[in-house]
């Protein structure tokens, strides 16, 4: 309540001074908040900082992303069994920025390569299925992200991370880990993060009472 008496006072003692000096003074968010204010019938709290206020919110948004880092690509499986959740897949199909994404959303997320040559962890078999999420994508659309991830690295397309009976090999091999884990699976193909992190989420709910 006092910020809001502050902030309203400084606004008004202000627009004095300019009709007192004769100054044409533009207020720039008035409108803005005037617009907001009709279209949710609410009244803005005329509240400094609330967008980096350091409260609980924002340091478990903090400790999700440091998370994320950590147990990025399969770096420490550690991680597996104390994710809210994990997300799986091949090479290229979003895991990292999605990890990232929903760490934002105060999640602690971990990612695991599938890779046709490393055996899975063991412990993508003993957590809840409901709390792993599969990712896959058309050989066509991997195909073509692999090609241009090589072109901006300088290598030639050919290489086999590109090729096509490679992918269909890597797609095939990770289908059967997802099946065996019995875990949801979103297709990626023309979905953007955000799209693909609305569906996690909204299985997540769907499944646990105490996400919201």
Not at 17 to 31: C, Y
Not at 118 to 137: M, Y
Not at 146 to 161: D, M
Request: hydrophobic residues 40%.
């Amino acid at each position: 309540i006092a910020y809001t008496i502050v902030i309203a006072s400084l606004k008004q003692y202000l627009d004095q001074k300019a009709k007192e000096e004769g100054i044409v003074a533009i207020d720039l968010m008035n409108p803005l908040l005037s617009a907001f204010s009709k279209k949710f019938n609410k009244e803005p709290n005329f509240q400094p900082r609330l967008m980096r206020k350091l409260d609980d919110n924002y340091f478990r948004r903090v400790e999700a992303v440091e998370f994320a880092v950590k147990y990025d690509d399969g770096q420490d499986i550690g991680g597996i069994k104390r994710a809210d959740i994990v997300l799986i897949g091949v090479s290229r199909t979003s895991k990292t920025p999605l990890s990232m994404y929903l760490a934002h959303k105060r999640f602690k997320v971990a990612n695991i390569p599938l890779v046709p040559e490393i055996a899975p962890p063991d412990e993508l078999f003993s957590i809840p299925r409901n709390k792993c999420v599969g990712l896959i994508i058309t050989p066509d659309k991997l195909n073509e992200i692999r090609k241009e991830r090589l072109r901006n690295l300088g290598l030639t397309s050919q290489a086999n991370y590109a090729n096509f009976e490679r992918i269909l090999e890597e797609l095939e091999y990770a289908e059967k880990i997802m099946k065996r884990i019995g875990c949801p699976v979103i297709n990626v193909s023309n979905k953007a993060v955000e799209e693909t992190a609305d569906l996690i989420l909204a299985m997540l709910k769907k499944e646990r009472s105490w996400i919201g």
